[in-house]
């Protein structure tokens, strides 16, 4: 039988401390949306192999779902709720936008947040770079052409923003 | 179309939606008014019902549209309000979009891409009524002849003396008059809004992760549940061990539920509920459950001694389709001619005197719909009253089911549609939600149960599979004489509204789109043999149409081949001249195809995608169409690397007659390119012992961002009725790409997903 390993904790979401204290087995998904009500981070398969449930635990991406409790004490995570500042879009968002993205929306916070992280680290994604990064974030309604196309976007916003005229490419 | 005023509150007011009406001015329109009958992809019959659309304007201006119409991501909600509001003259700005809540009076189904062409059939009527009326409330405020009065912006101008009144300012006079009934509509030449590129209405909610989903709804109280459903269609439950599950800290119930039994129209498996204070304490709490099965046992009776099996599946269709004598159980009909160009005798004399034939096996198989969203339902249900929320599309059959279900009075059933997660059809059915309303009544507490993706992929309904023989009979030059195209299947009708079938025993759904044949065949014959097993089929992206147009379009381009003839060439050599070939449907419906338009798009795509220029050894393009109202045509290019197959680019031309959006008519090009190549070059859903033998996206596999080709679109000018564009484009891709795969190899694939030798 599936035993209780109960385990008392302090992480942070989105900047803020929170205290756990529940099943170390439960997966990072199923907190953030049952128990914190942060309802962004969605569930898509449940087993690492859709990507929409995309958060950064520590910056890189990484499935909610297949992350459990009991491995976080002390870390950060992030989720879509905390992608953007108070009223500000986050670049990738600004370009999601621009680009008119989603369809039924569902995959996008997990494709966002995966698009984040690389973004974060490569501030000129090429094609190849894409693919590696979001060939895990399924998307059913068949995004990801204008995916492709607003990452490249919120590389150039995140430049801009940053005040760096050119890319590093990796 | 129906009109109603605050100030005489007829029976539309009552609704929740007006409650605060106030003078506002209140146009109720019916959406079905614009289809005739509804088709395959959109079951069931809106006769009587009550207008399911209204338009209103209150008194500070603001513009509601309520409509029975839910967004999946297709841009329904968008598009729909675009026509209205360009109709309207009012300010984009200022309209808003709700879906109604179904009654049981009001019919409420999306589907079958009908949604723009109703809007704009009726809904620009409606629209262009209150735009009159508010023009002759603005005429007489000001004091002139309505004559010299303008609408544009939100407001009625006077030019002459430049002043203006606002929409909002009139909109108590404007209620008191009465409702044109043939009200002139704009001239599409003036229009401004629609035809422009406009992001979606709830874009920027989207973009910030903020939409309610189904699985978003937490409701007071809430408890979560997961069901472990019988793995067999019409398994019973033969012993639930439970202790270890209810062990599981935070599990507070294990529950059983008794489903009924297939066919039906609303078909529940049996299954042994896990309810939880949280998703993963009912998920580890049915981990540790133990529960057997009564496999192939029905109230009592043994029924389909054999468990389903897509080996047996393919062994009887062969069987249907090469031995005439065969007899089926059931009553069945063995052999239905749907439809019958010229005769047998010259469909025999034909075959005699071809100077060649074509004898051609094509398979289409079991798809799951999978869309990112698993099946979910919230649902509080005491004996007062009956609350679901769900993310639903054919809210109507749902709200039908729960008055059966529950015997509460229709206003006590109050059904919340939430956004939905993508459906590609699934989502008719609603055997999710009346699961969730079957464990709330249980509990007497509201409970949202939750699929998980195992669950929907092994417990859900699937694309009828088909396997097709078609012959054909060519003459010395390669022009057909006759053809011959026999198909078995599996049928959604038979299973969920057997009433629908034809006394001939013509399954018209099945049928319909391998009888609208537009090519010149002088002798042509479509017949189809039924089969019965325990595997539900259903809708996905419309019914048999992507399984016809697979077949249509790859037997087109086999005999072009054999005539030695370009493939592009044939369809235009076969297709009469520049007019509307008429088929028959159901019911006496008539459809047409207008083989100028068709011509126009096949032409379209073949010049964007160079058709004409070759291609390097190991690369070929291939080309298909189809046409529901919308004319689609594609070319697909593909390179072929050490037994590799890659779709480097997919060019569509559509024909969708005006286009509302074109931001939206191109998503929903490049999401069906998507679709269709998923289908074609992915999984397939097989069952064996009964069991679904996939589970997930590692064995049922989805199109991924690396495997993207380059998608373009021609949008094809025209000043016709705007039509669907949600699921017609991802029809013809399979076929394409067979066709393409031919050119590059000189492989022929006649069954997906493609696999070369
Ligand atoms: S839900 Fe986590 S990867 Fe699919
Ligand atoms: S937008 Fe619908 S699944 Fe990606």
Redesign the pocket.
Known sequence: MARSSNRKLQFFVNGTRQDYNGDGDQPL?WHLRDQLRLTGT?????????????VHVEGKPA????VNMGSLAGKRVTTVEGLAGKDALHPVQQAWREANVPQCGYCQA?QMMAAAALVAGNSAPDDAAIDEALR?NLCRCGTYARIRVAVKRAAELSRANSGKSTGRTS | MSASRSSCAPESLARREFMQAGGALVIGFSMQGAIATPSAGAPGKPAGFKPNAWLRIDTDGSVEFLISKTEMGQGTESGMAMVLCEELDADWARVSVRTIQPDGKRFMITGGSYSIAGAWVVGRRAAAAARHMLLEAGASALGVPRAECRTGNHAVSHPASGRQLGYGELVAAAAKLSVPKEPALKDPATFKLVGKAMPAKNLDALVRAESRYGMDIQVPGMLYAVIERSPVVNGRIAHVDDAAARQVAGVSRVVRLRGNTFPTYNYVRDGVAVVANSTWAALKGRRALKVSWHESWTDGAPRNGALASSTRLATDFQRLLTDPAVKTENGLHPDVVAVRDGTVEGMNAAFQSAARTLDMFYDVPLQAHVPMEPMNATAHCTDERCEVWVPCHFQTRLFNALRELTGLPPERIIIHTTMLGGSFGRRLDVDYAIEAVMLSRELAKPVQVVWT?EDDVRCGLYSPPSRHRVRVALDAGGNPLAMDHAFAALSVWKQQEPTEIEPSGLDYAAAFDAIKFPYRVPQRVVRHRLVEQTIRVFWWRRGYTPNHTFVNECLLDECAHAAGVDPLDYRLRLLPENQPVKFANKGGEVEEIHTGRLARVLRAAADAANWRTPLPKGRGRGIAATVTDTHVAQVVEVEVTDGRIRVTRVVTAVDCGIVINPQLVKAQVEGSVVFGLTAALKGAITVENGRVQQSNFHDYPLLAIDEMPIIETVLLPSTVAPSGTGEQISHPVAAALANAIFAATGQRLRGTPFRLA
Request: charged fraction near 15%; aromatic fraction near 4%.
């Open positions: 998904l969605k569930f898509g398969c449940g087993t690492g192999l859709c990507g929409a449930c995309t499935r909610a779902c297949v997990g895990g | 993706r």
